[in-house]
């Protein structure tokens, strides 16, 4: 039986929850690096400045509405409230690529146009944070002695670690990009960090005071080594492999 292509959007699916179908094949969306470009006068060429960062794309979705679920005046209302609820970022993935995920919130109108009551056209906006992550790179990787963790991406990754042990620590990471290391001072039980909150913290408490870094760890592509120094018991990583 073939799959009817979909969406996924804050944990329901456009055709299996609400019967709408992807109508075009979307097209693959890569986010512009933010430069900026400034004309001096007496000097040929502009200056280039780079703000390291990658701007928002935008992904839409053409889809058909069918009664399969629900009526269509249902359909639309049930939609409406899916998609326009709440403001803030979740994972949207397709059958397109289905081994990615982008973090996505929806935006635009929904303005539906009615064939003949039984079926409807639609053209669905998001604007998604520039990377795409691989569903994989969600998955925990776990050391309990000195080893290595391979990125499969072009890009580096800014995972989430936790490291379970005591007292002062230091962690290592070596890979293409050179040898770091991230010094823990008198950790209790666990503490976690997570470079895309540039924050450290045990549950629900912050302890930024245990660390000393600013630039939290990120994983190069291809092999990164991770060894560690201090009484620990586990280092538990999510990757977060993520490309444009």
């Known amino acids: 039986m073939i799959r009817p292509n979909q969406f996924e959007y804050n944990g329901?699916?456009?055709?299996?929850?609400?019967?709408l179908l992807i109508a075009e094949t979307p097209p693959f969306v890569i986010a512009e690096r933010d430069i900026e470009f400034t004309s001096v006068s007496g000097r040929s060429g502009d200056v280039l400045a780079d703000n390291g960062r990658y701007n928002n794309v935008t992904k839409e979705y053409s889809v058909i509405l069918t009664d399969d679920v629900?009526?269509?005046?249902?359909?639309?209302?049930?939609?409406?409230?899916?998609?326009?609820?709440?403001?803030?970022?979740?994972?949207l993935c397709d059958t397109?690529?289905?081994?990615?995920?982008?973090?996505?919130?929806f935006s635009g109108n929904i303005s539906v146009t009615d064939l003949l009551l039984q079926i409807g056209t639609a053209t669905l906006t998001f604007n998604c944070k520039p990377y795409k992550y691989?569903?994989?790179?969600?998955?925990?990787?776990?050391?309990?002695?000195?080893?290595?963790?391979?990125?499969?991406?072009?890009?580096?990754?800014?995972?989430?670690?936790?490291?379970?042990?005591?007292?002062?620590i230091t962690l290592m990471i070596s890979n293409d990009n050179g040898n770091t290391s991230f010094y823990f001072e008198?950790?209790?039980?666990?503490?976690?960090i997570d470079g895309e909150l540039m924050s450290a913290y045990k549950?629900?408490?912050?302890?930024?005071s245990k660390i000393s870094f600013v630039d939290f760890p990120t994983l190069a592509p291809g092999q990164n080594e991770i060894s560690f120094v201090g009484d620990v018991e586990s280092i538990t990583i999510i990757p977060r492999w993520r490309s444009l």
Not at 186 to 192: G, M, P, R
């Open 12 to 19: 329901k699916r456009s055709y299996d929850d609400f019967g």
């Open 70 to 91: 629900f009526p269509l005046a249902q359909t639309v209302k049930k939609m409406s409230a899916w998609l326009t609820k709440s403001a803030n970022y979740y994972k």
């Open 96 to 105: 397109y690529e289905p081994n990615y995920y982008r973090l996505a919130a």
């Open 134 to 168: 691989l569903l994989d790179g969600q998955k925990e990787i776990t050391l309990t002695e000195e080893g290595s963790v391979y990125n499969p991406e072009d890009f580096d990754s800014v995972p989430y670690i936790k490291i379970t042990g005591d007292g002062d």
């Open 186 to 192: 008198d950790v209790e039980e666990y503490i976690e």
């Open 203 to 208: 549950g629900n408490t912050l302890e930024n």
